[in-house]
């Protein structure tokens, strides 16, 4: 039974297919609020991760980074990374922070904005379990704006399972700034980091073979090429 946006029903709980939807939307629910809750995760690591970036007094820190959210500390550390290439040089351990960085926040910015989505939006279409989406049209202005996403409950606990390498790269990469003499250790270390487990439709991904197939970490060079 597929759900009708312009006729919501909910599902019949004394039927073995309204059973069946209940439990699968509590368990998708269930996986939902986890990573949500866990962006305050998140965000912690993002506020030691720009500190890192750049030392200045824990007052200063909290004045300048404590009330950023997650799409503004993305653009706050790609500015710091910026301005320490300008100031120390273009240098292998300069490049490979920024390389890391970008490969973690391109998986971050991907899942935020599902996370926005089904903030904004909810999850519609649990009568077809098989394909729960999260969409905007039922507040869309016109046709074109209309954006669908389909979401499992096991994409979204790879999404957590993402978050949670996220938080252990932005850990590492942020003690290069503040121990440049270890920076060869922890770009090794990175290479043990699993790959990606989610990979959006909005990033090219299909629920097929395709799906759980992460790009590959950048390389990490030897500390000869300085």
Do not use: C
Request: proline share 8%.
């Amino acid at each position: 039974m597929k759900f009708d946006p312009n006729n919501p029903q909910p599902p019949d709980p004394n039927t073995e297919e309204g059973k069946k939807i209940i439990e699968a939307t509590k368990g998708l629910y269930e996986s939902v609020g986890k990573l949500v809750v866990y962006f305050s995760v998140i965000e912690t690591s993002l506020f030691t991760f720009l500190g890192s970036l750049w030392h200045v007094p824990l007052p200063v820190a909290k004045a300048l980074y404590s009330d950023l959210r997650v799409d503004a500390a993305i653009s706050t550390a790609r500015r710091l990374v910026a301005a320490r290439q300008q100031e120390f040089g273009e240098n292998w351990i300069e490049k490979e922070i920024e390389r890391w960085m970008d490969y973690t926040f391109t998986q971050l910015a991907t899942i935020n904005g599902i996370r926005n989505h089904i903030v904004h939006h909810g999850v519609m279409g649990m009568r077809d379990i098989e394909n729960p989406v999260v969409t905007n049209r039922m507040r869309a202005r016109a046709e074109f704006h209309v954006k669908e996403i389909s979401i499992s409950r096991q994409e979204v606990d790879a999404m957590q399972e993402d978050l949670g390498g996220i938080v252990i790269i932005l850990a590492v990469i942020g003690t290069v700034p503040l121990r440049p003499q270890m920076a060869i250790e922890a770009f090794e270390q990175l290479k043990k980091v699993p790959p990606w487990k989610y990979k959006s439709p909005l990033q090219g991904g299909k629920k097929d073979k395709g799906q759980n197939k992460a790009p590959n970490p950048p390389p990490t060079p030897q500390a000869s090429t300085a």
